[in-house]
């Protein structure tokens, strides 16, 4: 699976959208971007994932530069429970593996 | 559903003490995963089963660690003698095969003195 880089920490007022950013210049054609966050002393839950459009869900909204070498999540309208660390993977969607590799991720700081 | 259930959620041992972690995961899913959990190393996949078969344990420290899965329902991870440095949070993660999340459980913390 490609590596992914992203910022260590973020703020975001609470109410703005919150855009975290994620470079994967290496990711093959067949790999997606899936972003997963963990709110303090939970286990790691889902947020979306996408191969090259954008994505949209009742969590967040994903987008995916046309080269496919970075992508962004944006949180519209960023709350207090929001602040967590997000978590930005590359891996093959179905891959029978089925592993993947969690980075440092970014830690987002929502703030009154 | 009640999501993936682990247990303990709290573990506190000695040293050289036998540690045995419980996972069950949500109904339905085949594809279940041990991770841990450090400050130093961020998380990490430890073991993956599908269909209650070992697929991939090139993540388990040394022998010391072992885990099983007897049916669908049910895992267990377990570490025999325990060391300071097995302290961490445990968590269980299950999937359908080619499932595009994983739900993880609340983890269990566990403490070696």
């Known amino acids: 699976d490609a590596k992914t880089t992203q910022p260590p920490s973020m703020d975001c007022a609470e109410g703005r959208a919150a855009n975290l950013p994620c470079n994967h210049s290496?990711?093959?054609?067949?790999?997606?971007v899936y972003w997963y966050r963990q709110i303090h002393s939970q286990g790691p839950q889902y947020i979306i994932h996408g191969l090259k459009n954008n994505e949209t869900n009742e969590m967040a909204s994903l987008i995916i530069t046309e080269d496919r070498k970075s992508s962004t999540l944006i949180l519209p309208h960023a709350t207090l429970r929001d602040t967590a660390v997000y978590y930005c993977i590359v891996r093959v969607w179905g891959n029978n593996n089925n592993d993947m590799r969690f980075g440092a991720g970014t830690r987002l700081t929502v703030k009154p | 559903d009640a999501g993936v259930i682990q247990s303990p959620r709290h573990e506190v041992t000695e040293m050289g003490q036998e540690v045995t972690l419980r996972c069950k995961p949500i109904?339905?899913?085949?594809?279940l995963f041990w991770y841990r959990q450090t400050m130093m190393r961020g998380l990490e996949l430890l073991i993956y089963f599908n269909n209650n078969v070992p697929i991939d344990d090139s993540g388990m420290p040394e022998d010391r660690f072992s885990a099983k899965m007897p049916n669908a329902s049910f895992s267990t991870l377990k570490i025999q003698p325990s060391e300071p440095r097995d302290s961490a949070v445990y968590f269980c993660a299950s999937t359908l095969d080619g499932g595009n999340e994983q739900f993880f459980g609340p983890g269990t913390r566990l403490t070696v003195l």
């Open positions: 290496t990711i093959s054609g067949n790999e997606y």
């Open positions: 109904s339905g899913h085949n594809s």
